[in-house]
């Protein structure tokens, strides 16, 4: 298999750096989402995420031989809090249509001491205390979330 088949990658510089402070209530994905917004940001990624939350709602994939890729992601999974999020990484993309797209995938603490970790998307994470947020922007490409027909699936496709 060549090389150019394995992967797509784009070379890109660092633009500036945002800091922010979530406040308790304020839906996590969205609360980046608004952030983005405010120092127009359409391209970045995520220096550090780190918090608590009062509930989580993520996603999981799961075994499924009947889809293309052998697997599906799971109905959204709800873990009362209150959570100690310990981390989140992901991209800060724009979609064929020009709408930002946050893809957030964290792990956290529950109440019972397990350990959790998926993909986070808007609605369904309100932060109990404080999210501590870093976001740094890409200059020189675009960080674009595209439908891929081979999976099936909106993929991250970084293009210049």
Do not use: W
């Amino acid at each position: 298999m060549s090389q150019e088949k394995l992967f797509v990658s784009v070379e890109a510089h660092k633009g500036r750096t945002i800091a922010a402070h979530l406040k308790p209530g304020t839906d996590l994905v969205s609360g980046i989402e608004a952030v983005c917004q405010k120092h127009h940001i359409q391209y970045g990624y995520f220096a550090s995420v780190m918090g608590s939350l009062a509930k989580a709602t993520y996603i999981l994939p799961y075994k499924d031989l009947t889809a293309p890729l052998g697997f599906r992601f799971c109905d959204p999974i709800e873990v009362e809090g209150p959570i100690e999020l310990l981390g989140g990484q992901g991209v800060i993309c724009q979609t064929e249509k020009s709408e930002l797209m946050i893809h957030l995938h964290a792990q956290g603490i529950a109440p019972d001491r397990v350990a959790f970790g998926g993909h986070f998307s808007a609605g369904g994470n309100p932060v109990l205390a404080t999210i501590d947020l870093v976001i740094v922007e890409f200059d020189g490409a675009k960080l674009m979330r595209r439908y891929d027909s081979e999976t099936g699936l909106m993929v991250f496709s970084p293009e210049l």
